[in-house]
């Protein structure tokens, strides 16, 4: 064991001295190939590159002199300046960037055509006594200074490009993808290493650069990462058993190290560490900003929705649960944070996925709806506003199109829609606005039942809603049809009006109050 460890670190040792060992060959290769060209079509080339070299033997050993200082420059302001501005950059975003400049196979190439155009220009112009027969070897080492000159500028527009975040998080994501092909039993660790470092890296840059306010960087790490998912997804009933283990890797991760040993089981047993891993990127950033960079917080939501559908689609339900788990965590943060709007966004995006899945998986639609009834009424506990209503016009939402799809447990789904509300006395204001707010969305589901001559259906939410003082109905009533415009007066992310409802339904409506009056009469 330890000799293969030895083995191992000579290995890497190696790869300290390949570049060395590269350049060293192909410029011996090269100054091969010159004197070849020389002693066997000296005199042909002689005739021709006349025309672009001077014969003086003396001008021309003094611009080999010359031209012997030219591409030293040139590499010294490339590495001058590429020492700069990856630093910066590196600075900005993460570290990891400079690993990932110095492993570029078009960035090696460049300086390594640098070195060798110096080290034959050098050759060149200290080994030739006299141009006779060398002719070939003056040309090229003329030819390959002045391409070093012309390359410089077309470089440095390749560094700048190379280090833009789109393009470096593009190729991380890209690299992460192709690797999920090359996972088998036996480099499944080496791969492991491999994505925690992509993940990291994604999410040091996602971190530094929302801690920068650079919105449109962080933005592109969330979408790389749910990407990353999502391609992960038709990959994982084709990787070994091994990969989905809790590895000494996981238990020293970051990202792990605060989860109990239960918990721990339970990612293995639902084979979602590298879920859970993103999931936590997500959390942190979503803690960090949801107050203030909102548009960030609703970037997380969106790709965690774009997530869910994939799941969904795929029929992947274990990983649809921990979607859930995912914003059920971030309803809490925003709760525990009194910041209603962030609540109110996630809401949208939960109500979202509950409608696809009325279409493809009915049977969970109630877990859902159960979650969005839960931290309603725990807005109400905590004192955050208008939450209550926003998960009523949800649930009113869910309920509209669980009926268009028919689906067999909508009476499920409508007693979960009826046990939200709370009772409340007349004149504690804040709390009887809330039940109004719950109770106005309940009488839109009835009107809406009623206009699909479902009566029965209409006929239940009567039954819950006939202790309301009649005050209170007239209130609900009032409101409901004072207000004639769909879209909210305010920018908001929705951009409805809750107590809106269409033209088509307020017969219906009508009709739905006529039996309170009966009621009270």
């Given at each position: 064991m330890l000799r293969k460890k030895n083995f191992e670190i000579k290995i890497k040792d190696i790869k300290w001295y390949l570049p060395t060992v590269y350049l060293l060959s192909t410029f011996i290769l090269l100054i091969i190939f010159e004197k070849s060209i020389d002693r066997l079509f000296g005199e042909f080339f002689r005739d021709i590159i006349s025309f672009v070299i001077s014969e003086?033997?003396?001008?021309?050993?003094?611009?080999?002199?010359?031209?012997?200082?030219?591409?030293?420059?040139?590499?010294?302001?490339?590495?001058?300046?590429?020492?700069?501005?990856?630093?910066?950059?590196?600075?900005?975003?993460?570290?990891?960037?400079?690993?990932?400049?110095?492993?570029?196979?078009?960035?090696?190439?460049?300086?390594?055509?640098?070195?060798?155009?110096?080290?034959?220009?050098?050759?060149?112009?200290?080994?030739?006594?006299?141009?006779?027969?060398?002719?070939?070897?003056?040309?090229?080492?003329?030819?390959?200074?002045?391409?070093?000159?012309?390359?410089?500028?077309?470089?440095?527009?390749?560094?700048f490009t190379f280090l833009h975040p789109t393009h470096f998080i593009l190729l991380i994501k890209e690299r992460a993808i192709r690797s999920f092909r090359d996972i088998n039993k036996t480099n499944y660790m080496e791969k492991k290493n491999e994505f925690h470092y992509y993940i990291d890296f994604l999410g040091d840059i996602a971190i530094n650069s929302s801690e920068q306010s650079d919105r449109f960087t962080t933005l592109e790490c969330i979408n790389s990462l749910t990407d990353i998912l999502i391609n992960y997804q038709s990959y994982k009933k084709l990787l070994p058993n091994h990969w989905y283990l809790i590895s000494p890797i996981e238990k020293n991760d970051p990202d792990f190290t605060d989860l109990s040993p239960f918990v721990m089981q339970n990612i293995e047993k639902n084979k979602n560490w590298l879920e859970r891993k993103v999931f936590k990127l997500y959390e942190l950033l979503f803690s960090n900003t949801h107050t203030t960079q909102k548009d960030i917080a609703s970037g997380i939501l969106s790709n965690l929705q774009k997530f869910a559908k994939v799941c969904i689609e795929n029929k992947n339900l274990v990983i649809l649960d921990t979607i859930m788990t995912m914003l059920n965590t971030l309803l809490r943060i925003s709760l525990n944070a009194h910041f209603p709007r962030s609540a109110f966004n996630i809401l949208e995006h939960y109500r979202v996925i509950g409608e696809y899945l009325i279409v493809h998986y009915p049977q969970k639609i109630e877990e859902l709806a159960k979650y969005i009834k839960y931290y309603a009424q725990e807005s109400n506990k905590l004192g955050v506003y208008f939450i209550m209503e926003t998960a009523a016009h949800d649930l009113y939402m869910l309920n509209k199109v669980a009926y268009e799809y028919n689906i067999p447990?909508?009476?499920?789904?409508?007693?979960?829609?009826?046990?939200?509300?709370?009772?409340?006395?007349?004149?504690?204001?804040?709390?009887?606005?809330?039940?109004?707010?719950?109770?106005?969305?309940?009488t839109k589901l009835a009107a809406f039942y009623l206009f699909n001559n479902r009566s029965d259906l209409a006929d239940r939410i009567y039954k819950d809603m006939k202790t309301e003082p009649l005050s209170r109905i007239e209130k609900i009533k009032l409101l409901i049809l004072a207000t004639t415009d769909h879209e909210y007066y305010e920018f908001t992310g929705r951009g409805i009006n809750f107590y809106f409802i269409e033209e088509d339904y307020k017969p219906y409506l009508m009709e739905f109050f006529t039996w309170f009056e009966f009621n009270y009469d």
């Open positions: 003086n033997e003396e001008i021309l050993v003094n611009n080999l002199a010359n031209n012997g200082e030219i591409v030293p420059a040139i590499i010294a302001i490339a590495l001058t300046v590429i020492a700069i501005v990856v630093e910066l950059v590196a600075n900005k975003y993460s570290p990891k960037i400079v690993d990932l400049f110095i492993d570029d196979r078009k960035n090696n190439l460049i300086i390594g055509f640098f070195v060798i155009a110096s080290l034959n220009q050098l050759y060149v112009s200290n080994s030739i006594s006299t141009i006779h027969n060398n002719y070939f070897s003056i040309f090229v080492s003329i030819l390959m200074v002045m391409l070093a000159v012309i390359l410089i500028i077309p470089y440095f527009g390749y560094v447990n909508i009476n499920k789904l409508l007693d979960i829609f009826l046990s939200l509300d709370e009772q409340v006395e007349e004149g504690r204001e804040k709390e009887e606005q809330r039940l109004i707010g719950v109770r106005i969305a309940q």
